[in-house]
Structures are given as C-alpha cells and as structure tokens.
C-alpha cells in the first residue's frame, strides 16, 4: 500500500529489458545512438509534429530548467502559478539555469486562468530598463494538486501569451495521465493548442529515469544543445536514456501505465468519497489527490502499512481533519487500492 508518490514505483519489465538490450556491444555517444534515432522519430509521429526537436534529460527538473533557460533571458519573469511544479519542487532550478525571475499568476483550483494571466503580464515590463521583462508562461499538467487543465484552458492561456509574443511552456511530469483523463491526442494538448515547449515526462510513470523536452519550433535546438552540455546533463552513455524511451513509446506503453496509474486513482478516490469521513478540497482527475480525513483514521490505515505523505502534524486532536496526500502509480492496482479501503474500514 505505497501510495507516497508515482516516482517511488518500479520501472516497467519492458523498460529493463531494452536496457538490457541496449547494453550488448558498442554505441556513438551523447546522442548519437540509433536507439536516439528511434525516439526521435517516435516522438515527432506520437505529436504529430515532423520537424521538432527532440532531446532527452535524466530529471524533470533538467528537462524544465533548461528548457525554461533556452526560452527565457536572464531579465525575463517566468509566469506560472504559486503551485507550479517549477516553484514548489525544483530548489530555484529554473531561476538558476535561465537567470530569469519566477513570477506568480493567480490560479483557480492550482490552474492559472486568463484573466489572471494577463493581469500579471501586464504588470511586468511597465519600469524600463529598471524592471524583469516579460517572458515565457510555464503551466504544469497534471497540477501539483492532481487537476487538469482542459484542452479549452491551455488554448485560452496560449491565446493570452500570444498576444504579448510571449512563448508557452508545458510542464509534463504527468502528462500521460493528463491524455488520458482528457481522452486527447499529445498534439492536441501541446501544439495545436498554442504549445511551444512540452517536456513528456516519463520517470513518474515506469521510466527508470528520462525526460524528453520537445521544441515544436527546432530554432531552439541549438541553443539547448549547448544548454544542456553546459549544465551538465548530456549523458556519454546516452543509449541508457534512448533504451528507456524507445520502450515507453512501443505499442503505447506510455498511455498503457497512465490508463492504469488513472484507472487505480479513480479507484480510489470513488471509495474514499463513499465514506462520510473524508473530503477533497480539489477534485481527483487523474492519479493524484489530496483528501482531509480526521487524524485517528490517518493513524488506523498507516498502522495497517499504507505509506503516503501528511501535510499536518502527526500528533494532535484524533478528531482534527489532517490533510493528506495519496498518489498511485502503474503498478498500484486495484489491489492495493482494494486493501487501502479496507483498512480505512475495518
């Protein structure tokens, strides 16, 4: 019953077997692998988008650091929400890859909407030369609370970014359980909704450990060349990331692991609202939640091993609603959802 975060499950079997594979023999590296080859193509067909560029990373914060430095000047303002994944989980990452500044739009529910958007746009860039300047919009899908923006929402922030020649960037550490709670396409989530930028996650979600950051504009691919080589994460035995992402793209194993990860988090959130004891002060959408149950039944189902993250002290009034964080992952299944009900119960 670990339900602490989708980083924490194991990789896919498949995964570990290209690995193995790609181990045999010799490869070019930093890139230059064939298996590279694959992914690239595999990547510009799954987006529908024949001319990006396509690079892979190790970590989620590389993949959006450096792909907010590559969009962003050292005197820009990064837009994103106070929740951002950017701010609340990437230790000034960001600010130190690009030099730029955070700056927080007001958000709804952990999502930014138009209005204050603009707001907050039209609020830089008004000093000169003594002011940040405007720079790129970061919006992270699935939200740090586990909701989703819809296809409408990214297109009306894009819509708004546009308007000021601004780039979007789209935060994708869980962007297939974002597609699947959607039903969408990834070019309709990214492109042809106003996306510049999307980093296709991978690590939450079976990987062992790879990002990819797609441009669907290649002008920038140079300049996250050099980018990613400066800050150290171009990998020498690169074929071990391409190995990983050639198996996440075969047969749709990417949706495959999201459509289960969603599938147990919709499981269990069903039966934690058939109980009158516990709340969600936002709605589950994908595999992510955050519940409020009283302090007593937290203790009952930990003591019975389920393993997850408090938000609020551990001791305390048993009757006090505690704030808690629940996060299924592929490998979670209907059972281990099954036996964390239970212990909630019994």
């Not at 005197?75 to 927080?104: Q, R, V």
């Not at 050639?246 to 147990?264: P, Q, R």
Request: proline share 4%.
């Amino acid at each position: 019953m670990f339900f602490a975060s989708d980083n924490s499950g194991p990789a896919h079997p498949n995964v570990m077997e290209a690995m193995l594979r790609a181990n045999e023999g010799y490869r070019f590296g930093y890139g230059a692998d064939a298996e590279m080859d694959r992914v690239r193509q595999g990547i510009r067909d799954l987006f529908e988008a024949p001319e990006a560029a396509v690079y892979l990373v190790a970590t989620g914060t590389a993949a959006n650091s450096i792909a907010l430095g590559t969009l962003a000047n050292p005197w820009d303002a990064i837009f994103c929400t106070k929740m951002s994944h950017i701010n609340e989980d990437e230790c000034n990452a960001p600010e130190f890859y690009s030099g730029a500044k955070l700056t927080f739009v007001e958000d709804t529910n952990a999502k930014m909407t138009p209005d204050a958007l603009r707001t907050a746009i039209e609020a830089e860039q008004t000093r000169g030369v003594h002011g940040p300047q405007r720079g790129p919009v970061s919006i992270t899908q699935v939200t740090e609370k586990g909701t989703v923006y819809t296809l409408d929402e990214i297109s009306a922030l894009t819509a708004v970014a546009r308007e000021f020649g601004l780039a979007t960037h789209l935060d994708g550490a869980r962007f297939a359980n974002a597609i699947v709670t959607l039903g969408c396409t990834p070019a309709e989530m990214t492109w042809k909704a106003g996306i510049d930028c999307v980093c296709f996650g991978g690590t939450k979600n079976g990987l062992m450990g790879v990002e990819a950051v797609v441009f669907f504009d290649p002008k920038h691919a140079w300049e996250f060349e050099l980018r990613r080589k400066r800050g150290a994460h171009l990998f020498s035995k690169h074929r071990y990331l391409s190995a990983q992402m050639v198996a996440y793209l075969e047969d749709n194993l990417w949706h495959d692991l999201a459509t289960k990860a969603n599938a147990s988090g919709q499981r269990l959130a069903q039966g934690l609202q058939a109980t009158n004891a516990v709340t969600f002060p936002y709605q589950p959408e994908a595999n992510l939640m955050f519940f409020e149950m009283p302090r007593a039944l937290h203790h009952k189902v930990q003591a019975a091993g389920a393993q997850y993250y408090l938000m609020g002290d551990a001791d305390g009034d048993p009757d006090a609603p505690v704030l808690g964080r629940l996060v299924c992952d592929w490998s979670v299944g209907a059972e281990g959802v099954d036996a964390f009900l239970a212990a909630l119960k019994g």
